[in-house]
Nanobody, 131 residues
């Protein structure tokens, strides 16, 4: 059984930084896609960043490019999202997500609601950016 354990988040001022981590376990394959979605109040869940475990390739939502960086440790067991220059519109509940089939490009090009295709989810962690 795939398990995703997310940590991090919190409250920060506009322009500040936060780090999210996700510890993944239980995958039976060496290649899968893992990253973060977020959901603001009254809005749909949207993809933030995705990383392919086998080669470390990454994808980002246009709204976070240049500010967020996703990476994995050498053991490929923990994925980290470094969030810099945070803005109030980054506020939301952030979810670690992973799937062995749903490629990273799909997370961002198949439209709102694609997240229904992603099989594994961690508990959400709150990120709040004050103005």
């Amino acid at each position: 059984e795939v398990q995703l354990q997310a940590s991090g988040g919190g409250l920060v001022q506009n322009g500040g930084s936060l780090r999210l981590s996700c510890a993944a376990s239980g995958f039976s394959v060496d290649d899968y896609y893992i990253g973060w979605y977020r959901q603001a109040p009254m809005k749909e869940r949207e993809g933030v960043s995705c990383l392919r475990i086998s080669d470390g390739s990454t994808k980002y939502a246009d709204s976070v490019k240049g500010r967020f960086t996703i990476s994995t440790d050498n053991a490929k067991k923990t994925v980290t999202l470094e969030m810099n220059n945070l803005k109030p519109e980054d506020t939301g509940l952030y979810f670690c997500a992973a799937d062995a089939v749903s490629r990273c490009d799909m997370w961002f090009t198949y439209g709102i609601g694609y997240y229904y295709n992603i099989n594994s989810w961690g508990k959400g962690t709150q990120v709040t950016v004050s103005s």
